[in-house]
């Protein structure tokens, strides 16, 4: 008998028990007073004067007693805990293959939630690391068609006057600068910034002060933390000292921390590597264009590269912000029509940054989920199967006096124990998980990162819960129902529980089925879709096609025409190269790069109305652009350097403005204008169309200009080789550095890389659903297979006698597996029913194929099924060549 | 009334130890307890008899005391308490404190008049 066993039956009703103890004192007093020579009237009221207050009494004792009692309840509790942990684990070290089994199922079923968690964790939850971060959001134009687009200066000044949501607010614009000193020329990724930018956020820097409202040297210079341990080896007498850039000293003020994740400001939402470097804005405390470092351009309205952020006052929501902005936007259009037409929009900093991680991250938690869902149903399996041996056991100790909710709660400890187990385990899959994960997911989300911490940790707690409740609920249930005769009865051949169980096995092999199928359709959508992308022909020749960067500064990059003699002597270098077929520049590379647009007005057409002319790609390329990318001159002709400054103005178009302006006819000769003030531009090449903006957007219309007439201190260089675009590398750097040996080459890659990385995220995507899919499927299949060893080895008797009886092996065989065949038939339907369901979540990511696609439901539920009764057929072998003689005797 | 009190707070830790000395021969039930420190203590003490079983109770929720239910002569169930391993420690250290503090006290209710007053 346990010590709370013992304690509890001394404590059963112990208010009898004292009252029992003090009429057993006043009886004995009574007596001895009585014995010398008191009445017994006399020695009943002397024994009872003599005790004192028995109300008094009584009500202590009871206090004391049921105090005691509770203590003595608990501390068996707990022991009785203890015995039942202690009992899990020697049943399952008895059991090595089930406790195997079972804890790699759970590890990698909870650990693949604690891994897609903890970047849910780091992207969605973890507070942005500024001061009061939801009070911060963005404000941007808004296009007709609702898309977001950054504003001009004038706009931007006039909304930061007038928004009265604000109480403070800042710009920003993306720029890039060429460092030079402290090692080789490199290209910085900058952010120009209004001098109230770290106010605005709330950041303070490690090392000196950034710049403060109204109060910013503009030769100053903020560094990124990165930026100066990779490359000022984190000193901080940097702090105080000057730095190059675009070859003017500029003077550092201040270090960021090292958790001052700014990322690249986007207009649609989605965060990569961001500025490394920050420097006050220009004239009228506006940040720098790209084009024009020293210009007052306080008045332009249109040049769209201004990036708003702003503190939201306390107690004004995003959403009442937004209505203002809107509503001061469409002012502002009516009262300058050069804006446009267009209204604004706020977005909060949450989603700015991580609201494109969101969608995918709710496709993949929803795939962990259904994982473990399954991971769940095949540790019950497994539990129930292994049960069906213990029911005797269990019968056996309800008869000695254990009680239900005894029983089941030593079967929910060992479902927690191995939960436990399975969670610290899961952890671990998860730590190593994570950075596998973030290695191959697009820039967007790798940017977020994974964060451990405690909301992580409570996380797998509670799956762990959780996922011992789901998996132990059942057996719990069924083996504590304890029918002791029909349990002991049972003997050898087992009888009702342990059929009742097999149908509760029965049940989760067809939930699993369904739920595996659910994901496998998944996953071929997302395949199909991805290996469409792949397909897709982007117009561009990619073959040994290698793409860098040129970022023009210094006197070189002030006038137009200079910038154009540099890229073509460049251009006419590498083509000396040997081994390079071709080359060309153009001022964005398409698909992922920059991306330009422009509004355009047709000469003899009716002028629109402000804000609803035709819009068009822009580009600006060198002569050779065309060619060096494998794109097709249609029609007319290509730029060539008699097109020069001051010349006629010449535009090429591509197929499809020229199908949209002029169906059926040649354009060339045609001319188009980007104002409405007569500057026309003819017309005079038509060039095949490419993807410009990736594989998944249709090509749009474009407009190319050639840079003698337009250009920019930035080019995109692109280069054919021969052989291996890689090797041509540093006969590229070196052909470059003859020219200018201070000029950086930035972000070498080939065009088939390049391309890659715009579809890094389909392909994250694809993949991993992919990977959750085939754990699903093992799963399943672990599960349907242990079901199947333990229903044939239920009917091994029954086969003999059968076998016995004439009934050939084949035919017992077909038995076996017509019943595997209903499961799986079962499960493929109720899955097929699932699956078209989730598809239609999975609408939004897919690419040239349907959510209905016939081909990817197929596909999925025959391999599914076949590999399910490849599961099954093994089992099934085992039975039929059992020895039946052996077996009846 | 007032007194009475008094003697009953003096009593509280005094009187456990002295059920751990009665148990200290043998078990014992409350009643015999009582009549134990009766004898000992010629009536002195035990103003109050009902008080014993609150302490007794206490005891054993510590785990100083443990009980047991028997039969007496007589048939009633009868609740006889027996001293633990960790009560006669209890008990040992009792005894030892009360030493050096009936010393103490004695010695100093013994003193005579300082000659100063410090």
Redesign the interface.
């Known amino acids: 008998m346990s010590p709370g066993r013992r304690l509890r039956d001394?404590f059963r009703n112990t208010a009898k028990?004292?009252d029992?103890?003090?009429a057993?004192?006043l009886?004995?007093?009574e007596r001895d007073l009585r014995e010398r020579g008191l009445s017994p009237l006399e020695a009943y009221v002397a024994a009872r004067r003599?005790?004192?207050?028995?109300d008094?009494?009584r009500h202590?004792?009871r206090a004391?007693?049921d105090?005691?009692a509770r203590?003595e309840r608990r501390t068996g509790m707990w022991t009785d805990l203890r015995q039942d942990i202690l009992y899990a684990i020697r049943g399952l070290a008895k059991a090595p293959g089930f406790a195997a089994v079972a804890i790699v199922t759970l590890a990698l079923g909870i650990g693949a939630n604690t891994a897609i968690f903890s970047v849910v964790n780091a992207a969605l939850l973890r507070p942005l690391p500024f001061a009061e971060p939801d009070r911060l959001v963005f404000m941007w134009n808004r296009t007709p068609s609702g898309e977001p687009n950054p504003m001009g200066p004038g706009r931007m000044l006039d909304f930061r006057r007038q928004m009265t949501s604000f109480a403070g607010s800042a710009a920003l614009a993306h720029i890039t600068y060429t460092l030079t000193g402290h090692g080789d020329a490199e290209s910085v990724p900058a952010a120009s910034v209004s001098s109230g930018f770290f106010d605005v956020l709330g950041v303070k820097a490690i090392a000196g002060d950034t710049f403060h409202d109204g109060r910013a040297d503009p030769s100053s210079v903020v560094l990124g933390y990165g930026l100066w341990q990779r490359r000022f080896g984190g000193d901080r007498s940097i702090v105080g000292g000057t730095i190059t850039l675009n070859g003017r000293p500029r003077l550092v003020v201040a270090v960021l921390p090292r958790d001052f994740p700014w990322p690249f400001v986007n207009a649609r939402a989605g965060a990569a590597g961001g500025p490394q470097l920050f420097v006050p804005g220009g004239i009228g405390d506006i940040p720098r264009s790209a084009a024009r470092e020293d210009e007052d351009v306080s008045g332009n309205r249109t040049a769209g590269y201004i990036r708003l952020l702003a503190r939201l006052k306390p107690g004004v929501t995003p959403a009442q912000a937004d209505a203002e902005a809107r509503a001061l936007g469409a002012r502002l259009s009516r009262e300058h029509p050069e804006d446009g037409g267009r209204t604004a929009m706020i977005v909060t900093a949450r989603e700015q940054f991580f609201g494109s991680v969101a969608r995918p991250l709710f496709v993949l938690a929803g795939a962990v989920g259904f994982v473990l869902a399954i991971a769940c149903a095949n540790v019950a399996s497994l539990l129930l199967g292994r049960g069906a041996a213990r029911q005797r056991d269990l019968a056996l100790r309800r008869a000695l006096g254990a009680t239900r909710l005894r029983i089941v709660r030593q079967l929910l400890t060992e479902a927690a124990v191995l939960s436990s187990i399975g969670a610290v385990s899961g952890a671990a899959v998860a730590w190593w998980g994570t950075s596998a994960l973030l290695r191959l997911a697009p820039a967007d989300m790798a940017a977020a990162g994974a964060a451990f911490d405690l909301r992580v940790l409570g996380f797998t707690a509670v799956a762990a819960i959780v996922s011992a409740a789901a998996f132990g609920i059942l057996p719990a249930v069924q083996f504590s129902r304890g029918d002791l005769s029909a349990a002991l009865a049972e003997g050898s051949t087992r009888g009702s529980a342990s059929r009742r169980s097999g149908r509760i096995r029965d049940l989760l092999v067809v939930a699993e089925i369904a739920v595996a199928l659910v994901l496998l359709v998944g996953a071929a959508l997302l395949v199909r879709s991805f290996a469409a992308l792949s397909r897709v022909d982007t117009g561009i020749d990619t073959r040994n096609l290698l793409t860098f960067d040129i970022k023009l500064s210094g006197p070189r990059a002030e006038y137009q025409v200079r910038q154009v003699e540099f890229y073509a002597a460049l251009q006419h270098r590498l083509e000396a190269i040997p081994g390079v077929v071709s080359a060309g520049s153009a001022v964005t590379l398409p698909i992922g790069g920059d991306d330009f647009g422009t509004g355009y007005y047709v000469e003899g057409r009716a002028k629109p109305r402000p804000g609803s002319e035709p819009h068009a790609g822009y580009q600006i390329v060198m002569p050779g652009w065309f060619k060096a990318m494998g794109i097709p001159l249609e029609s007319g002709r290509d730029v060539r350097d008699a097109d020069a400054h001051g010349a006629a103005l010449v535009v090429l178009v591509n197929q499809t403005l020229a199908r949209e302006q002029w169906p059926g006819e040649d354009p060339v000769g045609r001319r188009v204008s980007f104002d409405d003030e007569g500057t026309w531009m003819t017309v005079v090449g038509v060039v095949g169309d490419i993807r410009h903006l990736g594989p998944a957007v249709p090509p749009r219309p474009e407009i190319y200009q050639p840079a003698s007439q337009r250009s920019f201190p930035f080019m995109a260089f692109v280069v054919r080789t021969a052989g291996d675009p890689y090797a041509a590398v540093p006969t590229i750097r070196r052909a470059v550095a003859e020219l200018d040996p201070a000029l950086p080459l930035a972000n070498v890659k080939t065009m088939d890389d390049h391309i890659a990385t715009a579809l890094a995220r389909p392909r994250f995507l694809s993949t991993l659903v992919t990977a959750f899919g085939a754990l699903a499927l093992a799963l399943a299949v672990i599960g349907i297979y242990g079901v199947m060893s333990w229903s044939v080895s239920e009917r091994r008797r029954e086969f003999a006698i059968r076998m016995a009886l004439g009934v050939r092996a084949p035919a017992l065989l077909a038995s076996v597996l017509r019943k595997a065949l209903l499961l799986a038939a079962a499960g493929v339907v109720l899955g097929l029913v699932g699956a078209r369901i989730a598809a239609g979540l999975l609408t939004g990511f897919l690419f040239g194929v349907q959510a209905t696609d016939a081909a990817a439901f197929i596909a999925a539920a025959l391999a599914l099924a076949a590999i399910a009764l490849a599961a099954c057929y093994i089992p099934a072998r085992r039975a039929v060549r059992v020895d039946p003689v052996a077996l009846l005797r | 009334m007032s007194e009475r009190a008094t003697t009953v707070d003096l009593l509280q830790g005094t009187l456990a130890t002295l059920i751990l000395k009665a148990l200290s021969w043998g078990p014992l039930h409350g009643y015999g307890i009582a009549r134990w420190i009766e004898q000992v203590t010629e009536d002195d003490l035990l103003v109050e008899e009902g008080s014993l079983y609150p302490a007794l109770h206490r005891l054993q929720a510590r785990g100083l005391v443990t009980s047991q239910w028997t039969l007496s002569d007589t048939n009633r169930r009868v609740r006889c308490y027996s001293l633990t391993e960790e009560g006669r420690q209890q008990l040992r250290a009792e005894m030892t404190r009360w030493e050096k503090f009936s010393v103490a006290v004695s010695r100093a209710l013994q003193a005579r008049r300082p000659s100063k007053v410090v």
């Open positions: 001394i028990d004292a029992d103890e003090i057993y004192h009886e004995m007093r003599r005790f004192g207050n028995l008094t009494i202590q004792l004391i007693d105090h005691a203590r």
